[in-house]
Structure formats: C-alpha cells, structure tokens
C-alpha cells in the first residue's frame, strides 16, 4: 500500500499546483512562449523563465512562485499578482516600470515577499500578506500616479525598508490620507511632497508593530514642500528633564520623529507617550 499512497500524494501536488516553463522569448500571453502552450495565470501556478529567455508581460496576471533560472521578466505596464515569491540565480532580473501594478498577496499562510533590486518603480503596490515585503532599496511610487490617486494600499502586512531606503510620494496628486494599521504600514522613510492650503497629508509609518500615521499640512512656505518621516518605537531615555509619571501615556516609550523639511533642513522631535 506504500507505493500506491505515495503515488496518490503526488498526484495530488501536481493538480494543486502547475508547472510551467518558457521554450522561448516572447510575450506572456502567447502559448508558443510555453512548454504545452499553455500560459500561467492562476494563484497556483508556478512559472520558470530558463534558457536565457526574456519574456514580457502583455496582460494581467496571477501566478505563485517565479523562478528566473536565466533570462528576465519585463512587467511593462500590467498588474502582476504574486501569491508567492520571486526565486531563482537571476531573481533580480524582475523588472517594473513606473506603470506596473504589482501586488503581493496570499494573506495569512506565505513567507515574507523579497521585493527584487530592479523593481524600483511602480504605478501602485498592494500588500495583504501577514508577513509583509522587504526592501533593500527605495521605491519610487509617484512617476505613473492612477486618475484615482491610489498608488499604495496597505490591508495586511508590513512594508519593511532598510538600509535608509525611502517610499516616494512625491506626486500631489497622490490621495492625502493613506490608510495603514498596526498590521500594515510602512516601516521606513516615506517622503511626500505636501501642497499649499490643501488639508492634511497622512504619512503611514509605523514601527516594532506599531502604526503611528503622521499628518503633515503646509499653510506657508514654497508650493514644493518635501518632507520626509519616519516612525521609531524606542524604550525612553532617562532624562531629568521630563517628569514621566506627570504624562498622559506614563513611562512606556517615546516617539521619535526625524523630519526632513524641503531639502536643506532637519528637525527631530520627541514625544513621550
């Protein structure tokens, strides 16, 4: 009965997920490109790019796992959804532009999202993922800006950005309020590029867990106002200075703001809460 149970699980892993590997260059929705000439376009497909080749995604898509073996994936100006990661010796060969779409989904039950090197702009990012995306680099989300103004949408995961990486909102027609959670916001630098007389603009940074949206208004000053902001969650400092026991929020933490004015000044501020 051994061999007959473990021919029956294998079956099983093949029908729960496909296989799919390029034979040549080409555009994603032409079945010559594939192996069986079929094409990839399901949660639980998994798609090589081998051979050298270079394909070229002409359609929206969903697929699992990327592997890039050899050869690159040029996203162009489509909505790619990615239940999985991108693998492989030439992952970085996953190539955006600033009218991509990318998002990253998979909720609850998927490892951390490894965003690729040249996956430097975007048109918009969509998480809803636990486990979040980890930058390496800065991300530029403010070239190909939709009529709506929604380039960032934050349901569920933390965008994480090391190394001083930045998320660019520099366009003012990007939304003014954009929505983030102690599940998903952005760890890191955003910078935002905030208009005269127009309301509030919602920086959506957070920290250690913690969502602390921070809204930036200009009543004054130039039309280009370039501000930059980050969220830390620290244990506070001793300071004879500060009575903690007199404040609101007691001797819990602080909240460390580093803002970045226009382009020639900096200010910090400490806030115990």
Sequence with gaps: MKPFVSIVLL??????????????????????????????NSPNDDVEVCNGHTITLNTNVSVRNITITQGSLILGNN???????????????????????????????????????????????????KQGIFSNHSIDLDDGVPADGIVLVLQLGILYMENESIVYLNSKQIQANILCSDSSHIDGIVQRN???????????????????????????????????????????????NINYNNLPGGYNSILLLETYCNKWSKS??????
Excluded: H
């Design 194 to 240: 905030i208009p005269k007389n127009a309301g509030i603009y919602t920086f959506p940074v957070g920290n250690k867990g913690f969502c602390r949206p921070f809204g930036v208004g200009l009543q004054n000053g130039n039309s280009d106002n370039i501000n930059q902001v980050r969220f830390l969650y620290e244990t506070p400092i001793q300071n004879t």
């Design 79 to 129: 909505r790619i959804a990615i239940y999985g990661n991108v693998l492989g010796p030439n992952k970085n060969n996953f190539v955006s532009n600033s009218n991509t779409e990318l998002q990253v989904l998979g909720g609850y039950d998927v490892p951390q999202f490894i965003m690729p090197l040249q996956v430097k702009k975007l048109k918009k990012l969509v998480i809803n993922r």
């Design 268 to 273: 910090s501020t400490q806030v115990a809460i």
């Design 11 to 40: 079956l099983i892993w093949n029908f729960a997920f496909s296989q799919f590997q390029t034979i040549s260059s080409g555009n994603w929705n032409n079945p010559s490109t594939w192996l069986g000439n079929n094409i990839p």
